[in-house]
């Protein structure tokens, strides 16, 4: 017989919210294919099956309300073939919902699995549906999810006002060690207007359990984030996106590994494991991209091994390594250029300033730059404080 799982999400708890919280509502239903209960129940199917409440519209951010986009895809409306309500696109001609598709529903839940880093867009997506509910009256239920790796650690600079866009809405670190309801929480409190917000919280959820701890089933965040792994050094080898250098997209472990066909992989896993960084192993390796830069040529470069999940510190490790890769690059290392016309360079949205872009190549600069981000994560312990719903 398998195993209660330990810890019940806010999707666990739909039908007795319904009851309670939102009976007789229209629904609106944020989610994505991490909207799942413990017993691998869409989110959506069970919105459908609802008595004391009627799903009438879908929203989809990143990725598509099924997963069925790969990153930054842009899509229109469409409608869910299954129960036959509209599914407006976040991710298309508006990345905010219009009071049009707010004149769909009375509530809107969300429920998607986070992973508690600042420049997965599906943060930014919370965000702006908050402003649109403020704006329209309706009211927000946050169906919490666990953050996947505890609530204890938090990395990364603060994003610099002026820096926004949709891989950075706040002034908030990389790693925020919070939940999506607690984050949601915390911004509602720093918007223009607060929306009417609820909490559907966990239950049975510790701050000091990882994800393997709840006896949840893990579906994967994104096309390019399937597993914990790849989610663990994901906060910090994601700066490789902002570069020439690849972040490992279009192999079978992306951010796991980068590289690129001038780098000489076997130097910098060397270089990196003499740093002694703690709890990560770097080890040489080729690839060869199918999709996304590089694509089709053969690169070398590392893997990263994470040997003791307690010590390992994701982004100072990434910024490390990217402070190597471009030293040992022989001049043929780059920063992406702006997308557009008038915009910063995508490094500068990732990393919420200008810093990396213009210090971390330098010696000092990284060293600067790495004491000012443990600065700003403590300062960030005390901000969150107020908001945390669990111990």
């Not at 809107?108 to 699995?113: C, E, N």
């Not at 307690?310 to 100072?316: K, L, W």
Request: aromatic fraction near 10%; glycine fraction near 10%; proline fraction near 6%.
């Amino acid at each position: 017989m398998t195993a209660q799982p330990s810890v019940r999400t806010g999707a666990d708890r739909i039908e007795e919210a319904a009851k309670t919280v939102f009976a007789g509502a229209r629904v609106g239903l944020v989610t994505c294919p991490t909207g799942i209960n413990s017993r691998f129940e869409s989110t959506i199917d069970l919105c459908g099956a609802l008595t004391d409440a009627k799903l009438t519209a879908l929203f989809a951010c990143e990725h598509g309300i099924r997963g069925e986009r790969q990153a930054g895809v842009l899509f229109e409306d469409e409608t869910d073939p299954r129960w036959g309500v509209p599914v407006f696109s976040l991710y298309g001609k508006t990345k905010k919902p219009t009071a049009d598709m707010l004149g769909h529903v009375d509530v809107v839940l969300f429920d998607i699995q986070d992973i508690g880093v600042r420049f997965f867009t599906y943060l930014t997506t919370l965000v702006y549906m908050m402003e649109a509910c403020a704006e329209s009256g309706t009211t927000l239920i946050v169906l919490d999810r666990p953050n996947p790796f505890g609530g204890f650690c938090c990395e990364g600079g603060k994003l610099v006002p002026g820096f926004e866009s949709m891989v950075g809405i706040a002034p908030i670190p990389f790693r925020t060690g919070m939940t999506i309801g607690e984050f949601a929480l915390y911004m509602n409190d720093r918007l223009e207007r607060r929306c009417d917000l609820k909490i559907v919280g966990l239950q049975g959820w510790r701050r000091t359990m990882e994800f393997a701890d709840t006896g949840l089933p893990w579906v994967m965040t994104s096309p390019n984030t399937p597993t914990l792994e790849t989610c663990r050094v994901y906060p910090g080898t994601c700066l490789f996106e902002g570069t020439n250098v690849s972040e490992g997209r279009g192999t079978t472990r992306p951010f796991e590994t980068v590289g690129a066909p001038w780098l000489d992989g076997e130097r910098l896993a060397a270089e990196m494991n003499a740093l002694a960084l703690p709890g990560v192993h770097f080890q040489p390796t080729y690839f060869t991209p199918t999709f996304s830069k590089h694509q089709g040529a053969l690169c070398s470069g590392v893997q990263l091994y994470v040997t003791d999940t307690e010590t390992y510190r994701s982004v100072e490790t990434g910024l490390r390594l990217l402070h190597r890769a471009a030293k040992l690059s022989d001049g043929r290392f780059e920063w992406i250029a702006p997308f557009k016309e008038g915009r910063k360079p995508f490094i500068d949205y990732l990393t919420g300033s200008d810093l990396v872009r213009t210090s971390a190549l330098d010696d000092a600069g990284l060293e600067r730059i790495v004491a000012l981000w443990e600065r700003d994560a403590d300062e960030w312990k005390k901000e969150r404080a107020p908001y945390l719903l669990y111990d």
